[in-house]
């Protein structure tokens, strides 16, 4: 490919609302192994860090697709690869019909503009020594917009959209709040006018009571701006408000995704059953709460992931079949349209909770056992 690519003009939603009828993201097999070097005194790759392995997932038009696991199994890695921060080791990502895996930065031009970051940072996210209008403005002149009325002018406008004071344009970020700065990442990502914000982890570092007023800013964001995300969270409960598909991650693979109500209501993967159960305030219904399920065991290294099903040292459900067969992410039997499980034993499509005792947290186990031993 040598010249810019061309991105159809956008069908579906000219309303600004959302529609998962057109695909605007397709991600298939997407890898990403960060080579790992030792020897002396000639270095050599001596292994990989398998970050990303092999992950499928798709975003609709003005969709929210949440992207939920624990620490290192490759949420970022997944988004940087997305928004082309990082080279993709193999598989394919195609955005508005255009393959873009592997294009160079000049053809990326048109396709940067739409598909912006938030990160979680919103300390380390913002240049210090520029004023938030520069912060804002910045997008703009790198890309050569300029907007009707000006870039200022619409620096202001986006300032006043995310609930900051237009006459704060001449203020550095440290005379901001984190909340703000958040806001004002929202604002910086808002400026290229994007079609898809990969978002990540946009509220981890907030107070909790802030945290609802910047999901609340996403969300007006998504509904009257009919702009797409990839919402990446530690839990399920952050996303659950948010994102009207989610897939759950483990070690570098999608295991589990499907609607809303599927993935909170009738989770078939043990893996999604787990981190629900580790959400106290999800509930089934009003009556009934899930019991707590604790997985037990460290989450494997990515550098040598267990065979098979990657879960499967961690499973309670584990046969002999899980060691020697990778589970394929398709629909399963009792799964609604759309609802991908990857497991050979899946959970029973049903509410009710396991009696079993695993352990999530091997700190909060060592504790109890500790306890238990006063
Ligand atoms: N540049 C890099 N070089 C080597 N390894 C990396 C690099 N970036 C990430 N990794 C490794 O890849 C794995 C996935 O990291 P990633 O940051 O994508 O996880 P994550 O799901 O976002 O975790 P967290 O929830 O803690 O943010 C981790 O084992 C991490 O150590
Ligand atoms: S494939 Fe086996 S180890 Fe993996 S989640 Fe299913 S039952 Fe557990
Ligand atoms: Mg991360």
């Known amino acids: 490919m040598s010249e810019n690519l061309t991105l159809p003009a956008q069908q579906g939603s000219t309303d600004g609302a ?62 940087r690869l997305i928004t082309r921060l990082l080279e993709p080791t193999g598989g394919r990502i195609t955005y508005r019909g255009q393959d873009i895996t592997h294009a160079k930065r000049k053809q990326l031009a048109p396709v940067r503009s739409e598909i912006q970051m938030i990160f979680q940072d919103p300390y380390s996210s913002l240049n210090p020594r520029q004023t938030v209008g520069s912060i804002i403005k910045s997008p703009m002149e790198v890309n050569g917009i300029n907007p009707a009325g000006g870039r200022e002018k619409k620096v202001r406008e986006l300032l006043e959209l995310v609930g900051l004071n237009p006459e704060h344009y001449n203020r550095f970020p440290h005379e901001f709040s984190g909340g703000q700065r958040q806001r004002i990442g ?54 659950r408000h948010f994102s009207q598909r989610v897939a759950v991650m483990y070690l570098g693979k999608v295991v589990e995704v499907g609607d809303r109500e599927s993935i909170y209501n009738r989770p078939r993967h043990p893996y ?86 695993v352990v999530l947290d091997p700190a909060l186990k060592a504790l109890e056992d500790s306890a238990g031993k006063e």
Do not use: M
């Open 18 to 79: 959302p529609s998962t009828t057109e695909t605007l993201l397709e991600v298939e097999g997407l890898t990403k192994h960060f080579p790992i070097y030792g020897g002396f005194p000639i270095k050599r790759k001596v292994g990989a860090v398998q970050a990303v392995d092999g992950v499928d997932l798709t975003v609709g038009v003005g969709e929210s697709l949440g992207l939920v696991g624990e620490s290192g199994c490759g949420k970022s890695t997944t988004g």
């Open 186 to 239: 929202v604002a910086r990502a808002l400026a290229l006018n994007p079609k898809l914000i990969v978002a990540d982890e946009p509220v981890s570092a907030l107070d909790v009571s802030i945290q609802a007023q910047v999901i609340n800013l996403l969300q007006k964001v998504q509904d009257e701006l009919g702009i797409a995300f990839l919402f990446i969270a530690h839990d399920l409960a952050v996303v």
């Open 272 to 357: 999604t059953h787990a981190l629900l159960s580790a959400v106290p305030e999800v509930r089934v219904d009003e009556e009934e709460q899930r019991e707590r399920i604790r997985l037990s065991g460290d989450v494997p290294s990515p550098i040598s992931p267990p065979s098979g099903c990657r879960f499967r040292t961690r499973c309670w459900k584990a046969q002999d079949k899980c060691a020697t067969e990778e589970p394929p992410l398709v629909q399963i039997s009792g799964n609604r349209e759309g609802h991908l499980t990857a497991c050979h034993f899946p959970e029973d499509p049903t509410t009710e909770a396991r009696d079993e005792d």
